[in-house]
């Protein structure tokens, strides 16, 4: 009599289940889909039909945000032509590239005046800064990852 198992199979056949591969979108679009991320953090997984990544990201984004201008964080300028073309302070010029990444938010809250002023005084200003930051980077990701779904190299 032979031995009877329970055991899963050795065989390793590739599944037909979650092997199907999304379609990529065309050039025009990705260009679209990437722009669209940038500006509005989570509109281009929206677009790409992802619906809870992109509420998700875009909840994310805006809470860093809300939470770095809370904490009396400062947003650099990207229109003073001056500061940003002088080598004096190399950091700030850092701290501005990865608050760009947060899209239209960034120039609209400094053309209301929002965000800049140095408030020194403030214990968590430093720390308020670089939330603002982060929330940048973080959408920078997320415009990377839109990317690849509208390509399609990711599910």
């Known amino acids: 009599m032979p031995p009877t198992t329970d055991a899963p199979s050795l065989d390793r056949k ?3 289940i979650g092997t199907a591969r999304p379609t990529p979108v065309t ?7 990437c722009l669209a ?13 992802r619906y809870g990544r992109a509420l998700l990201i875009g909840m994310s984004i805006y809470a860093m945000t ?4 809370l904490m009396r964080g400062h947003l650099y300028s990207p229109f003073d032509l001056d500061e940003l073309l002088s080598f004096r302070d190399v950091l700030s010029k850092v701290c501005l590239l990865g608050q760009i990444g ?3 938010l960034q120039p609209l809250l400094r053309l209301l005046g929002i965000g800049a002023g140095f408030e020194f005084r403030a214990a968590t200003y430093e720390y308020g800064t670089y939330f603002l930051v982060v929330a940048g980077l973080l959408n920078y990701l997320a415009v990377f990852d839109a990317f690849d779904i509208a390509k399609g190299r990711k599910a």
């Open 14 to 16: 590739p599944s037909s």
């Open 27 to 33: 050039v025009s679009k990705q260009i679209f889909v």
């Open 37 to 49: 991320a940038w500006a509005i953090p989570g509109l281009g997984h929206g677009l790409l039909g």
């Open 66 to 69: 809300a939470l770095g201008l």
């Open 102 to 104: 947060i899209g239209l």
